[in-house]
């Protein structure tokens, strides 16, 4: 049998409050108190959908610690680190922008990325194959010095920081395919040439002017930040075309040591705050994709950290696909119980123009790698 995939996740990070705003935006004004959209429950469903189909027996549970401050302080500033715990520890408010911290938010958010920073440590130390880290708040917004939509803390930079210097790593890849650009991510290895980052996304969607493909990394760094910005209304098939064609020739040039994944399921096509067509199949088939890179290149070692993915129905569905492709594992949901009604989607079926822009982004990376 082998090792087995490594689950993690922690009462706390449900209870983070982001308050009672409507999609991204506080009441108030013209816009009427709802559920905020990162809500814990389209988290908390990914754990509940787990237990009832009984597949969280197939994982192997690890409990996340709490990142330190002087963690936190390696990717972010003590002035950001020191508001986002004043603000936890009085009112709340905004750490950034559409960053909410919530009374009580601080030690979840240092959890959060502790529970990537312990993702790493199982997978490094070979308790487990690879790993799920079902976290939240979610990090990859998050820039050095603020929070950015719903990002407090960086929780995958983070964890490659610490596993550079625990593990004496010097190729970490990190591969974040949330509907939206990994900018914070993205700043924190921009001149680095240890950390390869490829963000996957939707054109011109969050945030506004970040994420093209002629962003390829500065100094050093050059070539080791791939973007791959896809139109809207790209479904698997474009998805799976732009790893297959753009990220495996880099992955094989780059050779990683561990490959961190930044997981939003956003990109699904039942998403309020993206535009894009995959199904929870696709997203099997993607992870598929990553793992078959990670065996090639790192003996496995794979850590995928859970970030956006805002159907409360339907990212449950998408996550429990990531998992099944991590553990090799099927579950009993044989079916996506949603897929009726997109199956006249055409999620698989790479339309020219998705083509031409993945084919961009090889041209301009051509100048770093060979495809």
């Known amino acids: ?23 991204f935006l506080p009441p108030g004004g013209w816009i009427e108190a709802d559920e905020h959209g990162e809500s814990p429950k389209s988290k908390r469903r ?3 959908l787990l237990e009832r189909t009984k ?38 408010g905004d750490g ?19 529970g990537a920073i312990s993702s790493v440590d199982a997978v490094m130390e070979g308790e487990v194959q690879n790993m799920y880290a079902l976290t939240r708040p979610p990090g990859h917004h998050a820039e050095r010095e603020m929070g950015m939509g719903f990002c407090l803390f960086n929780n995958v930079a983070i964890a490659a920081r ?9 190729r970490i890849m990190i591969i974040d395919w949330d509907v939206h650009h990994g900018n914070g991510t993205e700043d924190s290895f921009y001149d680095d040439p240890e950390v390869l980052f490829v963000s996957l996304h939707q054109e011109f969607n969050f945030p506004p002017n970040r994420g093209y493909a002629e962003h390829v990394g500065e100094g050093e760094g050059r070539g080791y930040n791939v973007n791959i910005p896809l139109p809207a209304g790209t479904g698997n098939a474009g998805y ?12 094989d040039q780059f050779k990683p040591e561990l490959i961190l994944v ?8 039942f998403d309020p705050l993206g ?17 078959k890179m990670a065996e090639k290149h790192c003996e496995g070692r794979l850590v995928a950290c859970h970030e956006g993915g805002y159907s409360p129905a339907y990212v449950p569905f998408c996550s429990l696909r990531v998992m099944e492709a991590l553990s090799g594992v099927q579950s009993k949901v044989t079916e996506d119980p949603y897929y009726g009604p997109l199956a006249g989607l055409p999620s698989d079926i790479l339309a020219s123009h998705q083509k031409k822009a993945v084919e961009h982004v090889i041209e301009v990376q051509s100048n770093y790698w060979n495809f």
Not at 4 to 12: I, R, V
Not at 62 to 88: C, D, F, G, M, W
Not at 262 to 269: E, M, V
């Open 275 to 291: 535009q894009m067509m995959m199904t929870a199949d696709g997203f099997g088939k993607m992870t598929s994709v990553v793992k």
């Open 96 to 114: 950034g922008e559409l960053a909410l911290v919530g009374v009580g938010s601080y030690e979840i958010a240092l959890l959060s990325a502790g």
């Open 240 to 251: 799976l075309h732009a790893l297959e064609e753009a990220v495996v020739p880099i992955a």
């Open 162 to 170: 610490h596993a550079r210097e625990k593990y004496g790593l010097k």
């Open 1 to 23: 049998m082998g090792m087995k995939t490594g689950f993690l996740y922690d009462e706390s990070y449900f209870w983070h409050d982001t308050g009672n705003g409507a999609l």
């Open 46 to 48: 990914v754990k509940n």
């Open 55 to 92: 597949f969280i027996d197939e994982l192997h549970l690890i409990k996340p610690r709490p990142a330190t401050r002087e963690e936190v302080e390696q990717n972010h500033t003590r002035s950001y680190v020191e508001r986002v715990k004043q603000l936890s520890y009085t009112t709340g």
């Open 262 to 269: 930044s997981a939003g399921q956003d990109p699904s096509a």
